[in-house]
């Protein structure tokens, strides 16, 4: 969490300064209207991938299928729309690059196989501390007793 925080924050401040010299450049009005326009795309992205996805996801379940394609894109485009929504020129850059068709199956790739990982861990950590192995500490409790000849038999 701390590293996402510390990444946030000299995003912003490479943003900052990359807008100022933009201004400089191509004056404030035009990064302004380019600002609200990429904005107003994010917002028009989300919606709209929000509706399509549950629609689609719908249709799937109704084939029988598993909607996580439509899910994995849909999360990619909506979170693209999330960085078209904050203001910068590098969340837009990148909010952009994640449109882009050959770069969403990539990263769908990537996200399918740390999720598929961290499921296998999590499963296998659930598996080990229920289990009755020798690495349970369930198991290590010893019970002393003993047995006697007729404890068997009834009455």
Request: proline share 3%; glycine share 6%.
């Amino acid at each position: 969490m701390r590293r996402v925080l510390i990444l946030f924050l000299i995003i912003f401040i490479i943003d900052l300064y990359m807008m100022i010299n933009a201004s400089a450049a191509i004056g404030l009005s035009l990064l302004a209207l380019w600002l609200f326009l990429s904005s107003c795309f994010g917002i028009y992205l989300i919606r709209k991938q929000g509706l399509r996805a549950v629609m689609l996801a719908r249709q799937t379940i109704e084939k029988r299928e598993l909607p996580e394609n439509i899910i994995f894109r849909s999360m990619l485009a909506f979170f693209s729309g999330v960085l078209l929504v904050i203001p910068g020129l590098i969340t837009d850059f990148f909010g952009l690059v994640f449109l882009m068709p050959n770069v969403k199956s990539v990263f769908i790739a990537l996200i399918r196989r740390k999720l598929s990982m961290w499921v296998t861990s999590l499963f296998n950590a659930t598996l080990t501390k229920n289990s009755f192995s020798s690495r349970s500490p369930i198991s290590s409790k010893v019970i002393e007793g003993e047995l006697a000849e007729g404890d068997d038999k009834p009455g």
